[in-house]
């Protein structure tokens, strides 16, 4: 037999390891509220190469391939255990057995590392938290993707409606568009099931998701109640109201907490999960996730100001174009915006620097923002450039924040690459706030650069989900857990 027929039958091994690995991940999700991981990628309702990939993947931040003939025991080892709702990384796992040197068996060492999730010390499954989306437009349709392929058993959240304004035709070609514009998308794909229109009850059907779109002009003019909508999370993707006073009208019959998907103005909160998630009172009900931008830019900041401290710093957004801009020349109330999104490179404002300092308070560090729009749909690029209070080297940055990405508090948000040829559309779908790119990272004495991946639309969608599970009390502890 010859190398390439060695290769060839090593492959279709692996292929029929991850097909088996499927129906055991499954599973664990649909009964027990147990997403499986490797290295912060979900494993849930992949495929067998998308399995096999996110082992590979992990190459590009640990150094070695990870084999699913090392991770298939530890998957064997969850499902003979009593887990309650929790995350649990497989290549956690097999990292932490490598280093271990007390000869445990992989079934004595996983149920040691899972401890806080089974037996007496697991948490028991919630009821199901309901979710409002306002507005449907592009972070709207991605918050209802996430919303219904993270649904699992049930006991978690549920999307139940969705507002909008009617459009100019009948009610329903609107709804059709609505569930066509769910079902396809240029840049994100097929929706990953199946989606059908129930015409006479303004609903959407999607994968057994009973989805009611109301029809509003203004928040004040609907009782949630009326239906069957009770303490409910209300998602406003519209931008239209950013302070407080405007929020509050969503305060509705049926409605608990408003969470908003810009940056909140006045004494609105801004939430960047990771990094000051836990800082949400419990009673507050209006909060914001901030922008993209903001959200890619702080755990990094977070991560260096912790290490190294951060003097002064200047981010340099090369952000993807946006519907607030126009295709071709025409009128916009702001500069530039209005010359075309496609044709043109377009210098503009970006808030991300200012709303630092909510989301980091502690952080003394003065930084400065701009940004320029570019022609392409979706990801961006921020370039982080900070003045260190220590001088240190390139390899030391870039190792830190391998680790960073693999093991900490924020290994959700920061992911890492050292692909040599990477370009914006590798990271479509990227579900982290952010990934630093090893390669174009520059370090001088005390001055680092930080090249910063990040799908604008996507990850901060995963972001979002994560504040609203946080907040939901959906949000469970991921074994083993991360280093500080």
């Known amino acids: 037999m010859t190398v390439n027929d060695d290769s060839f039958t090593n492959w279709k091994n ?94 004595e060492f996983t149920a040691e590392a899972v401890a806080g999730a089974t037996g007496a010390n697991k948490i028991e499954r919630r009821e199901g938290r309901d979710v409002v989306l306002y507005g449907f437009g592009r972070i709207g349709r991605l918050l209802a993707r996430l919303l219904i392929e993270k649904a699992g058993s049930g006991n978690g959240l549920r999307l139940r409606a969705i507002v909008v304004r009617r459009g100019s035709g009948r009610a329903s070609e609107d709804l059709v568009k609505r569930a066509s514009l769910l079902r396809r998308d240029s840049i994100h794909g097929q929706f990953q099931g199946t989606i059908t229109v129930d015409e006479e009850n303004s609903t959407i059907l999607a994968n057994g998701n009973r989805i009611k779109v109301i029809y509003a002009d203004d928040p004040a003019s609907v009782d949630y109640t009326a239906y069957g909508i009770k303490n409910a999370i209300l998602i406003d993707n519209t931008g239209k109201w950013r ?57 990094p900041l977070k991560a260096m100001d912790d290490e190294y401290g951060v003097l002064r710093g200047h981010v340099e957004t090369v952000h993807s174009f946006t519907n607030d801009q126009n295709l071709l020349d025409n009128y916009h109330k702001a500069d530039r915006r209005g010359r075309s999104a496609p044709l043109n490179m377009v210098i503009t404002e970006t808030g991300a620097a200012s709303a630092v300092a909510k989301a980091l308070p502690d952080l003394k560090a003065k930084i400065t923002g701009s940004s320029i729009r570019v022609p392409v749909p979706d990801v961006s690029i921020a370039i982080l450039n900070l003045q260190l209070a220590r001088e240190t080297t390139r390899e030391e940055v870039l190792d830190y924040l391998r680790k960073v990405s693999l093991t900490s508090p924020l290994k959700r948000q920061i992911d890492f690459t050292s692909a040599p040829d990477a370009v914006s559309s590798d990271f479509i779908g990227s579900r982290h706030a952010s990934i630093v790119d090893a390669g174009a990272t520059k370090v001088d004495g005390d001055n680092a650069i930080l090249y910063l991946w990040y799908d604008n639309e996507f990850g901060y969608s995963c972001q979002v989900i994560r504040v609203v599970q946080y907040i939901s009390g959906v949000e469970y502890p991921t074994y083993p857990a991360p280093t500080s």
């Open 14 to 107: 692996r292929e029929e390891i991850a097909e088996s690995m499927i129906p055991m991940i499954g599973k664990l999700h649909r009964e027990r509220d147990v997403t499986v991981l490797i290295h912060s990628r979900s494993l849930v309702n992949k495929s067998v190469v998308s399995i096999l990939k996110a082992h590979r993947f992990a190459r590009q931040i640990t150094g070695e391939e990870l084999s699913v003939t090392e991770t298939l025991p530890f998957l064997k080892a969850l499902t003979t255990l009593d887990l309650g709702p929790s995350q649990i990384d497989l290549g956690l796992l097999v990292a932490a057995y490598r280093d271990d040197n007390r000869g445990l068996s992989v079934e």
């Open 243 to 299: 302070d407080r006073e405007g929020l509050s009208q969503h305060l509705r019959p049926g409605i608990d907490k408003v969470v908003l998907t810009a940056p909140g103005k006045g004494d609105v909160p801004n939430i960047v999960h990771g990094v000051n998630h836990d800082t949400i009172k419990p009673d507050e009900r209006i909060l914001s996730c901030a922008s993209c931008t903001t959200n890619a830019i702080v755990p």
